[in-house]
């Protein structure tokens, strides 16, 4: 590590927590921990089936004994205690060993060999031909200028891994180019350690990413245990008050409701400390996995090797953690009350009981934005364009909950000039036949917005959501020419209204595409070329009728593409999947055409004061 800064920052950072001894020949894990190589040996001999599971996260890995010797080193750690052994050399503290002949002190050090030399072993080494011309220093020079090993070819053993072939993933050397590597992209380590650190360092800042919503998790397993807590002790003090003004004959009472209240939130308990363990290990996989890849970041010139025959393992195991999924933190929210039989002084064999209720769960309530498009998801509108808001009120078990709740529901304007909260929905508790409240908002302009939603003064799941407004104007660019500023990438998510002034009996809207100057157009049509997915019929009444509104939903995720169009009138709802992306919001026709399109006549216009008869669709760029 030449010219390396790293400094131990105690004993511990070359400490093998196997043999509690310092490392030696230390060997990276799939999981990226390092241990000796003959512990590991000896962990793999005393497994079975040839699968072990690392001592500090846990993660199990199959290798067996003869496989232990082809992990890769741990470069870092070797320099590391290197440096740690000419430090303690040049203060006098140890002497080093010959790493050649094993029995005198070492007086210098090769360079190329990156091995420690006595007197002797140096004279030797400079006599051999093969090694006469490496550079060798002398202990105290070595100080803070440890350099790596050469590296050489497992198939060509007098040639050094110069060189890195981007098409099998691995180093080479000049004659594995000649012979297998040809025709393959490579290049010298040196010119391409930067570009594959940035690969590594990309990974790095995913897993950060994933920290926080461990730590977050993490963090909102400890306040569901405070609140249960908190809840266990209100609920055993009022058991105690109520029990305690009673007679004797209620004692036994007594016990077994404080049993039954320790029971349930015993056995509550064992699950939330179950899953604060599994998180733990998870941020501390994320800590050490990010630490180690840090390090290998760190590595200075003159570690290319060292670094990219690590790379492979580094960006595995960085992958693995940052696409960890992330478990429901907040479980089934039970309410535990004490409840006393009404006739319970008429007979004492009736005793009082702990009654148990799903709460809602805030956290489980999901917002829709407008009518009959994806719950969830939160898209980008159009100023002056009515936007219908409902918001499904679930318990922990995602089931609605009829119940009375409160329900609050703010929007701000965030940029480009802040404005002030508008509130859309009161707090007065309410209670629906069926647990959907509904509120409506019209942005007065472009820019992005802020909506907040409360269920019983708590955010519900993704509240406050961002919230993009585009201009007014843009609906008129939908109208001509394909526009940039309407782009949508691979995560987009718009959604508009339009309104139909006319229509013929047994109109039917669809999406469509075709070829125009070597682009895609994607758009409404009657002449359907994708078909909308079955079982996905709102309603009996699937007439048309001048002034009908249409939704129109265009969103995308991981597994595809969509486009819903709900007529808000008689509720049904027709799901197209199959666009492609790019794509940028555009129409059929000019501005004004009167279309006659499979000899169904439709006009459409916009929900919004443009004044502009129109249809609309998509072009793919």
């Known amino acids: 590590m030449a010219d390396s800064e790293t400094k131990p920052k105690d004993v511990s950072d070359v400490t093998c927590s196997l043999c509690l001894g310092q490392y030696q020949d230390p060997r990276v894990l799939a999981c990226l921990h390092t241990y000796c190589r003959h512990c590991l040996e000896s962990l793999v001999e005393h497994s079975k089936e040839c699968t072990v599971s690392c001592p500090q996260c846990r993660e199990k890995i199959e290798i067996s004994v003869e496989e232990v010797k082809s992990l890769k080193v741990d470069f870092m750690l070797i320099d590391l205690i290197e440096k740690m052994s000419v430090d303690q050399e040049n203060k006098g503290d140890i002497s080093i060993t010959c790493e050649t002949c094993q029995s005198d002190v070492a007086t210098g050090r090769c360079d190329d060999c990156c091995e420690f030399m006595c007197e002797f072993c140096i004279t030797c080494h400079r006599r051999l031909l093969r090694t006469k011309q490496h550079k060798i220093k002398g202990i105290k020079e070595v100080k803070g200028t440890l350099s790596c090993k050469s590296h050489y070819c497992p198939h060509h053993r007098e040639e050094k891994l110069t060189l890195f072939c981007d098409t099998c993933d691995e180093l080479i050397c000049r004659d594995c180019v000649i012979k297998a590597h040809q025709t393959h992209k490579y290049d010298f380590t040196s010119n391409i350690i930067d570009q594959e650190k940035e690969l590594i360092k990309y990974k790095i800042e995913e897993v950060k990413f994933k920290q926080v919503d461990l730590s977050q998790a993490h963090a909102n397993v400890f306040s569901e245990k405070a609140r249960i807590e908190a809840q266990r002790k209100s609920l055993t003090s009022e058991i105690d008050e109520f029990i305690d003004v009673k007679v004797s004959l209620l004692e036994e009472m007594r ?7 320790f029971s349930d939130y015993e056995k509550r308990n064992k699950q939330l400390d179950s899953q604060e363990d599994h998180l733990s290990i998870s941020i501390a996989n994320c800590n050490s996995c990010v630490k180690f890849a840090e390090r290998v970041c760190q590595a200075g010139p003159g570690n290319e090797v060292e670094v990219l025959s690590l ?3 580094v960006l595995s195991r960085l992958s693995d953690l940052a696409n960890t999924t992330i478990q429901d933190v907040l479980f089934e929210r039970m309410l535990n009350t004490f409840k006393v039989d009404k006739y319970f002084w008429e007979s004492v064999t009736k005793k009082a009981s702990l009654k148990s209720e799903v709460l809602v769960d805030p956290k ?3 917002v829709t934005m407008g009518k009959g498009s994806e719950p969830g998801i939160i898209y980008s509108t159009f100023a002056q364009q009515l936007i219908p808001f409902s918001v ?5 078990n995602k089931k609605r909950y009829y119940a009375q709740v409160s329900v609050e529901a ?9 404005d002030k909260v508008t509130p859309l929905i009161g707090n007065k508790p309410q209670c629906f036949s069926f647990p959907n409240y509904e509120f409506k908002y019209m942005p007065p302009d472009d820019g992005d917005y802020e909506l907040s939603v ?7 799941r993704g509240s406050p959501f961002k919230w993009s407004v585009r201009p007014e104007s843009d609906l008129v660019k939908m109208f001509k020419k394909p526009s940039k500023s309407l782009l949508l990438l691979k995560k987009g998510h718009v959604a508009w209204r339009v309104k139909l002034l006319r229509a ?6 669809g999406v469509d595409h075709k070829s125009s100057e070597g682009q895609q157009i994607w758009g409404q049509s009657c002449f359907k070329k994708l078909l909308p997915e ?3 019929y709102y309603g009996n009444n699937y007439k048309w009728e001048d002034g009908d509104v249409f939704g129109v939903y265009l969103s995308r995720d991981a597994q595809n593409t969509r486009m819903i169009i709900n007529n808000e009138r008689t509720e049904r709802r027709n799901i197209f999947s199959g666009i492609n992306f790019p794509v940028c919001l555009y129409t059929h026709g000019y501005m004004g055409l009167y279309l006659n399109i499979n000899r169904i006549r439709y006009w459409l216009v916009p929900l919004c004061p443009v004044g502009m008869k129109f249809t609309l669709g998509a072009h793919v760029i």
Do not use: F, H, I, W
Request: glycine share 4%; net charge positive; hydrophobic share 25%.
């Open 364 to 366: 489980q309530c999901v």
């Open 454 to 460: 409360k269920v019983n003064g708590e955010n519900v």
């Open 392 to 396: 499904a009120v679930n318990d922990s």
């Open 311 to 313: 790379k492979r393992e």
């Open 534 to 536: 079955p079982n996905y």
């Open 410 to 418: 703010y929007v701000r304007k965030t940029s480009p000039k802040p």
């Open 255 to 261: 016990l077994n409701l404080k049993d039954e209240v």
């Open 504 to 509: 013929s009996s047994g109109s039917e809207l």
